[in-house]
C-alpha cells in the first residue's frame, strides 16, 4: 500500500548548524513532493516541492533531495535558526491522484 | 489579508451534538480540501472539492458532510458527533490539482486550523 514515513520523529540541533530531515516513501508512482512545516497552533506552511523528473531542489537556505531508487526524500536546512523550530511533514501526490499523502511528521528543535 | 480563513478556532461540544466548521479562501483558488489532524499529529485527508463538485472523498464517515456554496467557500457540516472526532481540522486551497501544472500550481495553502473537542 501507499506510505510516506519519516525516519526520525525528533530532530535536536544546535543553532547555526545544518539540519537534514527524511522522509521514506513506498508508492513508486509517487511524481510529486512537497515539505511543509507546521508551528505550534498553526497550519501546516509550503517550504519546497520537488518533481520526480528532478534530484535536487533548492530554495532559501533549504535544499531537498530526492532519490528515486530507493524512494527517499530529504530536506536539508542550512545554518538552522530557532524560528525553524517546527514540525516538518512530507507529502507525496501521483499522477491521477488528486490529494496529498502526508508522512507521519518529525519534530525539529533547535537549540539555542 | 488572511488567504484562508476557518471559523471558529476552537470548538468544544458535547457526544451527539451537531456542528459545523465553516472555510473561506481569498485567493481565487479552485481547489478547497479538509483534512483532520490527530493527537499524533498525522494528517490525513478528507474531501477535496474542484469548482464546488467533490472529487475526493476519503472513505470519511457519513456523519461528515461537506458543502460548497461557491468557490471561495468549502464548510464542513457534521452530525451526531463521537468522541473520536476530537482533532484538529485544517481547510486548505490550491490553484489547481493533481501532479500537472508549473510552479505553486498544487501548493496547499492551510488555514489555521480548528480544534474540535467531544466530550
Known amino acids: 500500500g501507499e506510505s510516506v514515513g519519516l525516519h526520525l520523529p525528533t530532530l535536536s540541533v544546535q543553532e547555526g548548524d545544518n539540519s537534514i530531515i527524511n522522509c521514506a516513501y513506498s508508492?513508486?508512482?509517487?511524481?510529486?513532493f512537497i515539505w511543509y512545516k507546521q508551528e505550534s497552533g498553526k497550519g501546516p506552511q509550503f517550504i519546497i516541492d520537488?518533481?520526480?523528473?528532478?534530484d535536487k531542489r533548492q530554495g532559501q537556505r533549504v535544499t531537498v533531495l530526492l532519490n528515486k531508487t530507493v524512494k527517499h526524500l530529504s530536506l536539508q536546512i542550512a545554518a538552522t535558526q530557532p524560528g525553524d523550530s517546527a514540525v516538518y511533514f512530507c507529502a507525496e501526490n501521483h499522477t491521477g491522484r488528486r490529494a496529498l499523502t502526508f508522512g507521519s511528521g518529525t519534530r525539529l528543535q533547535v537549540q539555542p | 489579508d488572511t488567504a484562508v480563513s476557518q471559523t471558529p478556532k476552537y470548538l468544544v461540544t458535547q457526544m451527539g451534538n451537531d456542528k459545523s466548521i465553516k472555510c473561506e479562501q481569498n485567493?481565487?483558488?479552485?481547489?478547497m480540501y479538509w483534512y483532520k489532524q490527530d493527537s499524533k499529529k498525522f494528517l490525513k485527508i478528507m474531501f477535496s472539492?474542484?469548482?464546488?463538485?467533490?472529487?475526493i472523498n476519503e472513505t470519511v464517515p457519513n456523519r461528515f458532510s461537506p458543502k460548497s456554496p461557491d468557490k471561495a467557500h468549502l464548510n464542513l457540516h457534521i452530525n451526531s458527533l463521537e468522541l473520536g472526532d476530537s482533532a484538529v481540522y485544517f481547510c486548505a486551497s490550491s490553484q489547481g490539482l493533481g501532479t500537472s501544472g508549473g510552479a505553486g500550481y498544487n501548493e496547499q495553502f492551510f488555514g489555521p486550523g480548528t480544534r474540535l473537542t467531544v466530550l
Open positions: 485567493l481565487g483558488h479552485d481547489t
Open positions: 508508492n513508486s508512482a509517487s511524481d510529486y
Open positions: 520537488i518533481r520526480s523528473n528532478m
Open positions: 472539492y474542484n469548482n464546488k463538485e467533490l472529487i
